[in-house]
């Protein structure tokens, strides 16, 4: 079944606009995750210890949880920044459920 598209959805979904360093930089880090995950992945192929795969695990979730905390970082130094300024304070309980989900 295709899938519609609504105006008024796309009118309502937020974005965030990044410069060109900061998409490369982002990109460069989720490259590398998604490396570790392949290597993971081959690891379980090629019936490896499960404490050397847990090791693994342990440093996708570090890399992942890094790259969130970046994220969030640059989220309340711009977006929340903003919207707080501009009497957005709603903002501070969507930060809140994200900060919630994020640990």
């Known amino acids: 079944m295709k899938q519609r598209s609504c105006k008024e959805c796309k009118e309502n979904m937020k974005h965030t606009k990044r410069s060109n360093?900061?998409?490369?930089k982002l990109t460069n880090r989720l490259n590398i995750i998604e490396g570790q995950i392949r290597g993971i992945?081959?690891?379980?192929?090629?019936d490896r210890y499960c404490g050397d795969i847990l090791i693994q695990i342990a440093a996708v979730n570090n890399s992942?949880?890094?790259?969130?905390?970046?994220?969030?970082?640059?989220?309340l130094k711009s977006c929340v920044k903003k919207?707080?300024?501009?009497?957005?304070?709603?903002?501070?309980?969507?930060?809140?459920?994200?900060?919630?989900?994020?640990?």
Do not use: R
């Open 21 to 24: 360093d900061e998409k490369k």
């Open 41 to 46: 992945n081959q690891m379980v192929k090629d």
């Open 64 to 75: 992942l949880k890094s790259l969130g905390n970046n994220i969030l970082n640059n989220h």
């Open 83 to 103: 919207d707080i300024l501009n009497g957005k304070l709603e903002t501070i309980d969507e930060v809140m459920e994200l900060i919630k989900k994020f640990n």
